[in-house]
């Protein structure tokens, strides 16, 4: 059992940055492969970005490589997703998640309960 909790989100203007984290507790962190997805308004959530267990293995959607950067800091079972020049589709709820096993992308295990994210133009 991982319980995770998010922080960070707010409102921020269109070209700005916010850092979300999310903290893990009730397991062993540094075992699972972390990520995070995002639901906008009217729209199914979708995979932003992913990271295995070492850091040696990292996944980004192509509607945020070169803008977004997924770390994690196992010492402090927390998994950051820092995120720059955002732009008004940017605009969601964040998700973060939690797995065993090596997929990046899916069957996440673990679901936090979100962090908004508002981008203002």
């Known amino acids: 059992q991982v319980q995770l909790v998010e922080s960070g989100g707010g409102l921020v203007q269109a070209g700005g940055s916010l850092r979300l984290s999310c903290t893990a507790s009730g397991r062993t962190f540094s075992s699972y492969t972390m990520g995070w997805f995002r639901q906008a308004p009217g729209k199914e959530r979708e995979f932003v970005a992913a990271?295995?267990?070492?850091?040696?293995?990292?996944d980004y959607a192509d509607s945020v490589k070169g803008r977004f950067t997924i770390s994690r800091d196992n010492a402090k079972n927390t998994v950051y997703l820092q995120m720059s020049a955002l732009k008004p589709e940017d605009t969601a709820v964040y998700y973060c998640?939690?797995?065993?096993?090596?997929?990046?992308?899916?069957?996440?295990?673990?679901w936090g309960q979100g962090t908004q994210v508002t981008v203002s133009s």
């Open positions: 990271i295995n267990w070492s850091g040696g293995s990292i």
């Open positions: 998640a939690a797995r065993t096993g090596i997929r990046l992308r899916m069957d996440y295990e673990y």
